[in-house]
């Protein structure tokens, strides 16, 4: 089946899809019940046997539960989080299971004007609107055709779920590496509950040939609020890996704790890069998605680079240090953000830079915009171990205020235990003044069309560094995010 | 490549007014600064605002154009035959109404190609005419930089950020090629100019000049008026039009300064 992405007519291809085994997610053969609200023992077990995961795994997730118990959730954030029952919660959705919508023909005319913003194709509207989900959207059809030319190269890029079946070896070695179940309270709680993510491995010397993003666009909302990612990169190989979606994100469940790992072999590179919007509250700041994830890259050999972009507009509250272990030597490491906060969100996000090799270099670019009566704080760290020689840091923290009940915070540490380090911090504040705004009123441009040119200006540091295609969407969608919030 | 000005300046064969100004009140803090101020501008016209500092040169600029921090208490003011109160600031601009700042704001982060490029195409919107080709507008661009001598490197530097007095003034002579105005308000346009730029700017302005367009200069001085030469002169003290005469009116507040006129308006 020739597919063009696109370029197709829906009941054809709907039909087609319908009749294809369906290849990814959960196994066919998953029972229809659904567990019940609460977190204990059985629940885990119960999460495990409908997996069918092999013996390893089961252990892996019961020490991680019973370590979770053990821990209190942290404080020290600039955040204010209301108390979460996690028996409240239900650890298990049978992926078979009717979604609620299902039964509607039509999208909702408020996120009809959304996508209409945000520019998102007319194929993936459907499918983000949790319509038409058995004919698993394009993705199914895309993901084949994907597939074989992966499969060509001997990149294996599939669900977890699929790898702890077909690749069991590779993920025993890998998981828990970068992040053990002792790392903090949320990957605790993850390792012993998530669901499912992505696996990704690269053979030595292979650059893979497309941006592992276009396949997942669609399918995030599958994936569920325990969402648990590795990809490891093997010696001299490649990739370039998008994570999330501009289009805006329901989910009924508000707790999102995931975990990403990544390995990255000698002179290997990972390019991730992260667009999230998921549901932030209303204009009240009553609801929204609690987006607390733990994502970390080790640069194990040398020469190795790994790159963290991001783009964070959603989220009621954001917690996240997408940070690098700088282990082999001239490893290469870089974090570039753009956190949109508006109404009564509140992000706390930033990186650590470790750095234990010699000749490493870090490059932090965060820009952080706050709106509405929102909270916005870089955390950062800068570590330099007393082995670690000749290490780099560039850092720059700005902040940009749209208006006067918001909040900007900057919280920089640096750690260094080494006398041949080179560590620059720069951080600006800054707001957008109304002189500015009326300068591009007088020549025509609307309000709202010049905070967008002025916020997109200043960000655009980071949102070059995304892959092309998803750069457009973001301009957009820090515009969209901004709505409102000026004049 | 369709310009701006394809509209015509006649209605039933009578001439439109350009500008009409009726019993103009302002204020800005509370503090009323316009205090009934009547002025015409027909097309085609060259007229100069001068007048001491605190007479309300830039309060009338910044109330034309619609500077939200000014309050007009009452008067009208008619532009192209519509009521120019009742407009947003961008559709007096899409309407055709220019204010070359005083002091021009610097907007780091938003190349001037953007800038310009989203103002163009408004304005276009607006006047139901097609946006530009990016191929397209850059040819404009190259076009109109050559009126003011603005040099290429300008395209990929942030609006404002890091020119010098001179390059601002001129890069709003610029935008005004770009967007061909029907009426200009040039606010102060000279100060802190030295005498090239001035030339430049001033020289950049006359080549824009079309009988369908007018222009409204604001200055201090008489210097600019030597390059670019009014057609009527207005004289504004404490909020009041309070003289209006030719070009030789200039010649006049040059040579006396303006202590006599305060005496004059009692």
């Known amino acids: 089946m020739e597919l063009k992405q696109g370029k197709y007519k829906d009941n054809d291809y709907v039909r087609q899809v319908a009749e ?16 019940d609200r609460g977190l204990n023992e059985e629940v885990v077990r119960l999460i495990s046997e409908k997996k069918e995961e092999p013996e390893w795994l089961l252990d892996f997730r019961l020490k991680a539960y019973r370590h979770w118990l053990k821990q209190t959730m942290p404080t020290w954030a600039h955040l204010r989080i209301p108390e979460i029952d996690y028996q409240a919660i239900s650890y298990y959705a049978d992926p078979t299971k009717k979604r609620k919508d299902e039964g509607k023909k039509e999208i909702d005319p408020e996120l009809m004007k959304t996508f209409d913003k945000l520019g998102i194709p007319l194929e993936e509207r459907m499918a983000l609107s949790g319509l038409a989900v058995d004919a698993v959207m394009d993705s199914v059809s895309v993901k084949t055709t994907f597939k074989e030319q992966l499969k060509e ?164 509250i954001t917690w996240k240090y997408p940070s690098c272990i700088l282990q082999g030597d001239n490893s290469t490491a870089e974090f570039y953000s753009v956190a949109v906060t508006n109404n009564y969100q509140q992000a706390d996000t930033g990186t650590k830079m470790i750095h234990l090799g010699k000749n490493t270099r870090s490059t932090i670019v965060s820009k952080g915009i706050s709106a509405g009566k929102s909270e916005n704080s870089y955390r950062g760290l800068v570590r330099v171990a007393a082995k670690a020689d000749n290490a780099r840091n560039y850092s720059q923290c700005d902040s940009l205020l749209l208006g006067d009940k918001c909040g900007a915070h900057t919280f920089p540490y ?28 007088q020549r025509g441009i609307s309000t709202e069309d010049a905070v967008g040119l002025i916020v997109n200006g200043y960000a655009k540091d980071v949102l070059n560094k995304l892959p092309m295609e998803f750069a457009v969407e973001a301009q957009k969608l820090l515009s969209v995010s901004l709505e409102g919030s000026v004049g | 490549m369709e310009g701006f000005n394809g509209q015509r300046s006649t209605v039933n064969g009578q001439r439109i007014k350009m500008l009409k100004i009726e019993d103009l009140h302002a204020s800005v803090a509370g503090k009323e600064i316009l205090r009934g101020i009547n002025l015409e501008v027909k097309p085609g016209e060259v007229h100069a605002i001068m007048g001491p500092n605190g007479s309300g040169k830039s309060t009338l600029s910044s109330v034309l154009v619609g500077n939200p921090q000014y309050e007009v208490t ?20 899409h309407e055709g109404l220019f204010l070359s700042f005083q002091y021009p704001v610097e907007i780091p982060g938003v190349s001037m190609t953007n800038f310009m490029r989203a103002a163009v195409n408004e304005k276009r919107k607006y006047l139901n005419l097609p946006a530009l080709s990016a191929s397209e507008f850059l040819k404009l661009m190259r076009e109109k930089r050559a009126i003011v001598e603005l040099d290429n490197k300008l395209a990929n530097r942030s609006v404002n950020e890091g020119f ?6 001129r890069n ?51 210097r600019l008026l030597d390059y670019i030469k009014p057609d009527i002169v207005h004289v504004l003290y404490q909020g009041r039009i309070v003289m209006t005469a030719g070009p030789e009116l200039a010649l006049e507040l040059e040579k006396r300064g303006y202590d006599w006129i305060k005496e004059i308006d009692n």
């Not at chain 1, 469940?253 to 590179?269: C, G, K, P, T, W």
């Not at chain 1, 080494?418 to 591009?440: D, G, L, P, R, W």
């Open chain 2, 164 to 169: 010098s007095g001179g390059e601002k003034k």
């Open chain 1, 153 to 316: 190269k001997g990149i294996i890029f599939c669900s977890m779920s699929e790898a702890i079946k077909e690749h069991p070896d590779l993920v025993r070695q890998y998981l828990g590496s970068v992040v053990p179940y002792t790392d903090n309270f949320f990957a605790a709680l993850n390792s012993a509950v998530f669901s499912d993510g992505s696996f990704v491995y690269i053979p030595k010397g292979v650059r893979c040939p497309m941006e592992l993003s276009t396949y997942f666009r669609i399918n995030a909302r599958n994936t569920g609020q325990f969402e648990r990612t590795l990809i490891v990169a093997d010696d001299e190989s490649y990739v370039s890996y998008l994570e999330g979606c501009t289009a805006p994100m329901r989910d009924e469940n508000q707790l999102h704790a995931a975990i990403v790992e990544i390995v990255v072999h000698e002179r290997a590179e990972v390019k991730y890069s992260t667009v999230q919007n998921w549901y932030p509250g209303d204009a009240e700041g009553k609801g929204g998605v609690y987006n607390f994830v733990t994502k970390r890259g080790h640069l194990r050999g040398n020469n190795s680079k790994l790159s963290w972009t991001q783009v964070e507009t959603g989220s009621a």
């Open chain 1, 414 to 441: 640096m750690d260094i235990h080494n006398e041949t380090a080179v560590v620059e911090h720069e951080a600006t504040t800054s707001k957008i003044n109304e002189e500015q705004i009326f300068y591009c009123n």
């Open chain 1, 20 to 35: 294809e085994k369906y290849k990814y997610g959960f196994t066919t053969d998953v029972h229809t019940e659904v567990i």
């Open chain 2, 74 to 93: 009452q008067g009208t003011v008619t532009f192209n035959g519509k009521n120019l109160l009742e407009l947003s600031p961008e559709d007096r601009s």
């Open chain 2, 172 to 222: 709003e002579i610029f935008q005004m090629a770009m967007l061909e105005p029907k009426l200009s308000i040039l606010d102060e346009t000279d100060s802190g100019l030295d005498i090239d730029a001035l030339r430049i700017v001033a020289e950049g302005v006359n080549k824009l000049k079309t009988p369908e367009t007018s222009c409204i200069v604001i200055t201090h001085y008489q």
